[in-house]
């Protein structure tokens, strides 16, 4: 076991797995109120029979600052993820879902996590773009192709979010309960 608590990690409880939810709830609201401001005249009867004062440029608004929101916790998300990867002691002999071992979960997973920062990066300059420079005079602030690779992000991060949960689940990568069971350990006892 490592040395610094029940979980590995010289805090209580793993700061990644919150972070991540925060951001990927940031990034799908974003990319959801895009789309719906792109379909905001098709919408716009349903907005008027539930009487919701909704406009297309405030449905933009809404992706547009989940996604900055979204871009500036990623990079705290990948900096904690990294972090306590470093003092991850997955569980020796197991294979998950995918076929993997936990090194090459772990690897794919942290150099996933720094690819989609990047990715996620250029998604918010591009719609920054879209925002400020070039459809700015538009009603419709995105292009289809934008919403077609914020569709796409999202089942990368899907899939990406499915190794995190292996590591988590199969291997107990920082899960105590896991890691103490595989021990042998009574977890009434072991556990604060």
């Given at each position: 076991?490592?040395?610094?608590?029940?979980?590995?990690?010289?805090?209580?409880?793993?700061?990644?797995?919150?972070?991540?939810?925060?951001?990927?709830?940031?990034?799908?609201?974003?990319?959801?109120?895009?789309?719906?401001?792109?379909?905001?005249?098709?919408?716009?009867?349903?907005?008027?029979?539930?009487?919701?004062?909704?406009?297309?440029?405030?449905?933009?608004?809404?992706?547009?600052?989940?996604?900055?929101?979204?871009v500036v916790t990623a990079f705290f998300t990948v900096a904690?993820?990294?972090?306590?990867?470093?003092?991850?002691?997955?569980?020796?002999?197991?294979?998950?879902a995918f076929g993997l071992g936990s090194l090459d979960t772990m690897l794919w997973h942290?150099?996933?996590?720094?690819?989609?920062?990047?990715?996620?990066?250029?998604?918010?300059?591009?719609?920054?773009?879209?925002?400020?420079?070039?459809?700015?005079?538009?009603?419709?602030?995105?292009?289809?192709?934008?919403?077609?690779?914020?569709?796409?992000?999202?089942?990368?991060?899907?899939?990406?979010?499915?190794?995190?949960?292996?590591?988590?689940?199969?291997?107990?990568?920082?899960?105590?309960?896991?890691?103490?069971?595989?021990?042998?350990?009574?977890?009434?006892?072991?556990?604060?």
């Amino acid at each position: 076991m490592n040395p610094y608590g029940p979980n590995g990690l010289p805090y209580p409880l793993p700061i990644h797995p919150n972070l991540v939810h925060l951001t990927v709830g940031l990034v799908v609201i974003a990319i959801a109120f895009d789309i719906a401001g792109a379909f905001y005249p098709i919408e716009r009867r349903l907005f008027r029979f539930l009487a919701l004062p909704v406009t297309r440029s405030a449905l933009h608004d809404v992706g547009w600052y989940n996604l900055l929101a979204g871009v500036v916790t990623a990079f705290f998300t990948v900096a904690a993820g990294l972090y306590e990867m470093l003092l991850a002691e997955p569980l020796p002999g197991v294979t998950s879902a995918f076929g993997l071992g936990s090194l090459d979960t772990m690897l794919w997973h942290g150099v996933g996590g720094v690819v989609l920062l990047l990715l996620l990066t250029a998604m918010a300059v591009w719609r920054g773009y879209q925002r400020f420079a070039w459809r700015r005079d538009m009603g419709r602030q995105v292009q289809w192709s934008y919403l077609l690779a914020g569709v796409g992000l999202v089942v990368v991060l899907a899939v990406h979010g499915t190794l995190g949960a292996q590591l988590a689940a199969e291997f107990g990568v920082h899960i105590a309960a896991g890691q103490l069971l595989q021990a042998g350990a009574d977890l009434t006892t072991a556990l604060p």
